[in-house]
C-alpha cells in the first residue's frame, strides 16, 4: 500500500513538473490588452481619404495636387491644449528644478550624516541604498561589485527627488535660512555657495508682486533614434509660454491685458495656451508620457506603459479635422462659414477684418462651437495648431500613401501649421488649407493638440463610437 501511494506521489510530483503545452506551438500566455481612452481625448478610427484642397487653387493652396492616403487609428484631444493643462505642464517643471536645488544644497549640507532632524533632509536625494538596520538585495550586491549605483550629485540620472515633501513657497512658511537662501538667493549660514534664486523682488515687478523667475523653468530630456538606435543629446528646454506674443504680432495696438493676464489668470483657465514653439509643444508630450508612465509604474508592477504621446503628423491632423466627410471644406462639413441662422461656426476674422463679427474678439474657450463628426471642437478657428511635420511645398507629390508625412531635420525649420486661427480670414480655416512656421517661433494664434496611436485594431469608420450628427 505504502509502495503504491510513493509512486502515485511521483507520478503527480513529475506531471506538475511537466510542461502543459504538450509540444503544441500556444505562445506566451499574457493578459487580455484592452485599450484605454487617455482622459480628454477621443479615438479617430482607421481609414482612407483624399488628401488636398476641395477646390484647388494654384494661388491660395501651398500644394493644390490630390492624393488618396490611408491613416492608422489614433487618440486625439478634443480641444486645442489649454492654459489650465499646460500650467500643470509649468507647475511640474518649476517645483522639479526647485526640487532639484534643494537636493543638492541637502546633499551637501548633510552629506553622510543621517541628520534627520535637519530641516533640508526631506529634500535629500533619494538613490538606491538600504536604509539602516536593512539587509542589502542581491541586486544592491551587484551594484557595489560593478562599481555602480552609487549617487553622483552631478549626474541625475542616479537619483531621484522626494516629491511627497510640500515645497513651502511663503516666506513666513520657510524652513529656515538655508532653505530662503535657496529659493530667494544668496547665502545661507550653512551652505557653501551664493545661491541665485528663483524670485524676482516686488519692486521690480509692475503689480508689485514678488515673480517666480520664468526662465528658470527648464525640462530637460531626450528622444530615442530608432533609425540610428542610440538617444538623442539631452535637450533643455524653456517651457513657460511667450507671453509678449499679445505684443510682438500686433505693433501700434494695446493688447497690454492679454500679456498680464492671459496665461495665469483662472478667467482663461479654459482658454488654449499660446506663446509655444513647437519645441515647447514636442516636450509638454515627452512630459505627458512620461507623467502618465510614472503613474502606471507606481499603481501596480508589470504593468503595461502607454503609447507616446505626440504632435499629430499633417495627415493626421487633415484626416481628423474632416470627421469622415469626403471631400469637405470645412470640418463641419462647407462651404459656409455661417449656419442657417447666420451664426458663425468658428472663430475667425470674418468680413474683410471685422474681429468682432463672430462676437469674439481673441481666443475662445477651447470648448465651443459644434464639435465635428469626431467629436474634437476648434478644428477650424481660435488657434493655429502645430503638427509634427516638416513643411514641403510638394509633399503630397513624393510622401508614401499610409500614414505619409515628411519627418523633421535639421535643414529644415519649417513645421506645418494647420486650421487658421481667430486672426485669420476664412480660407485659412478650410480643412485642407497649408501654413507653415519657424520651429522655434512663439505667436499668439498658434497652439496645439496631441495624438497617441491606437494600439491594436480599431472599430473602423462604419462603428464611430464618436459620431454626434
Known amino acids: 500500500m505504502k509502495k503504491r501511494f510513493l509512486i502515485l506521489l511521483i507520478a503527480c510530483i513529475f506531471h506538475s513538473c511537466s510542461k502543459n503545452d504538450r509540444g503544441e506551438l500556444i505562445g506566451i500566455k499574457s493578459s487580455k490588452f484592452f485599450s484605454d481612452k487617455p482622459h480628454g481625448m477621443v479615438l479617430i478610427p482607421s481609414g482612407s481619404f483624399t488628401m488636398g484642397p476641395s477646390n484647388p487653387s494654384a494661388v491660395l493652396d501651398q500644394n493644390p495636387s490630390l492624393k488618396t492616403v490611408s491613416v492608422k487609428a489614433f487618440y486625439m484631444d478634443e480641444t486645442e491644449i489649454t492654459n489650465s493643462e499646460y500650467r500643470q505642464f509649468v507647475n511640474w517643471v518649476r517645483d522639479s528644478v526647485v526640487r532639484t536645488e534643494l537636493a543638492v544644497a541637502a546633499y551637501f549640507k548633510i552629506g553622510e550624516d543621517n541628520s534627520q532632524d535637519d530641516p533640508l533632509w526631506d529634500f535629500m536625494p533619494l538613490y538606491n541604498r538600504p536604509t539602516d538596520g536593512e539587509e542589502k538585495t542581491a541586486y ?18 542616479t537619483y531621484s527627488l522626494n516629491w511627497d515633501v510640500k515645497i513651502p513657497w511663503e516666506r513666513s512658511d520657510y524652513l529656515d535660512a538655508n532653505f530662503a537662501a535657496v529659493l530667494e538667493g544668496g547665502i545661507g549660514p ?5 545661491y541665485e534664486g528663483f524670485f524676482i523682488p516686488a519692486d521690480s515687478t509692475p503689480n508689485g508682486l514678488r515673480a517666480f523667475k520664468t526662465k528658470r523653468i527648464k525640462y530637460n530630456y531626450r528622444d530615442f533614434d530608432s533609425k540610428n538606435n542610440k538617444w538623442s543629446e539631452f535637450k533643455e528646454i524653456e517651457v513657460y509660454p511667450d507671453t509678449t506674443v499679445w505684443y510682438k504680432d500686433f505693433s501700434y495696438s494695446y493688447n497690454e491685458p492679454m500679456h498680464n493676464d ?8 479654459e482658454y488654449p495656451v499660446v506663446g509655444v514653439s513647437w519645441e ?14 510614472q ?9 503595461q506603459l502607454v503609447s507616446d504621446y505626440r504632435l499629430p503628423t499633417e495627415t493626421e491632423w487633415e484626416y481628423a479635422a474632416r470627421g469622415g466627410l469626403e471631400r469637405a471644406e470645412f470640418p463641419w462639413g462647407g462651404p459656409y462659414t455661417y449656419d442657417d441662422k447666420g451664426c458663425f461656426l468658428a472663430n475667425f476674422k470674418p468680413e474683410r477684418g471685422d474681429y468682432i463679427a463672430d462676437q469674439i474678439l481673441y481666443t475662445a474657450e477651447a470648448e465651443s462651437y459644434w464639435p465635428n463628426d469626431y467629436g474634437l471642437y476648434n478644428m477650424s478657428g481660435n488657434v493655429s495648431e502645430w503638427t509634427d511635420s516638416n513643411f514641403e511645398k510638394a509633399a503630397n507629390d513624393f510622401v508614401a500613401g499610409l500614414n505619409p508625412t515628411i519627418e523633421g531635420s535639421e535643414d529644415n525649420q519649417l513645421k506645418v501649421v494647420r486650421g487658421g486661427s481667430w486672426k485669420d480670414v476664412a480660407h485659412f480655416l478650410k480643412v485642407s488649407t497649408r501654413d507653415y512656421e519657424n520651429k522655434a517661433k512663439k505667436r499668439s494664434y498658434i497652439g496645439f493638440r496631441t495624438v497617441q496611436s491606437y494600439l491594436g485594431e480599431d472599430v473602423g469608420f462604419q462603428e464611430n463610437p464618436n459620431k454626434i450628427f
Open 262 to 269: 492671459y496665461f495665469w489668470h483662472d478667467a482663461y483657465a
Open 295 to 303: 503613474h502606471q509604474r507606481k499603481s501596480r508592477k508589470n504593468i
Open 280 to 293: 515647447q509643444a514636442k516636450a509638454f508630450s515627452h512630459w505627458r508620457t512620461f507623467y502618465k508612465n
Open 140 to 157: 544592491q550586491l551587484y551594484l557595489e561589485e560593478n562599481g555602480l549605483g552609487e549617487l553622483d550629485i552631478e549626474n541625475k540620472t
Open 190 to 194: 550653512d551652505l557653501l555657495e551664493d
